[in-house]
């Protein structure tokens, strides 16, 4: 059973940084995509960043490019959201995700892929 644990999160000012961390365990495949959504209150959740374990493929959504950068640490099977100049609409809960097994390509952006979700972690970002 793959476990995601996430760190991070908090309050900002906009213009401002943070870091998000999510540790996985218990993948048996080698072919795996793991990173970050987040929802908004009243919106659908959306793909943020997602990094292909293995193959080291990047996927950053359009609304993020250029501010957020998504980075693994394969020995820790840990994924890393740097999130820079933060804006007031980037506030959502964060959602670290997983997939095993499977190789999604360009469908990394719908949620209903991944069956393995953490906790949640919120991002504030005040104007």
């Known amino acids: 059973q793959v476990q995601l644990v996430e760190s991070g999160g908090g309050s900002v000012q906009a213009g401002g940084s943070l870091r998000l961390s999510c540790a996985a365990s218990?993948?048996?495949?080698?072919?795996?995509?793991m990173g970050w959504f987040r929802q908004a209150p009243g919106k659908e959740r959306e793909g943020v960043a997602v990094?292909?374990?293995?193959?080291?493929?990047?996927y950053i959504a359009d609304s993020v490019k250029g501010r957020f950068t998504i980075s693994l640490n394969n020995a820790k099977n840990t994924v890393y959201l740097q999130m820079n100049s933060l804006k007031p609409e980037d506030s959502a809960m964060y959602y670290c995700?997983?997939?095993?097994?499977?190789?999604?390509?360009?469908?990394?952006?719908?949620?209903?892929?991944?069956?393995?979700w953490g906790q949640g972690t919120q991002v504030t970002v005040s104007s």
């Open positions: 995700a997983a997939v095993s097994g499977r190789w999604l390509g360009a469908a990394w952006s719908n949620f209903k892929n991944y069956p393995y």
């Open positions: 218990g993948f048996t495949y080698s072919t795996n995509f």
């Open positions: 990094v292909s374990i293995g193959s080291g493929y990047l």
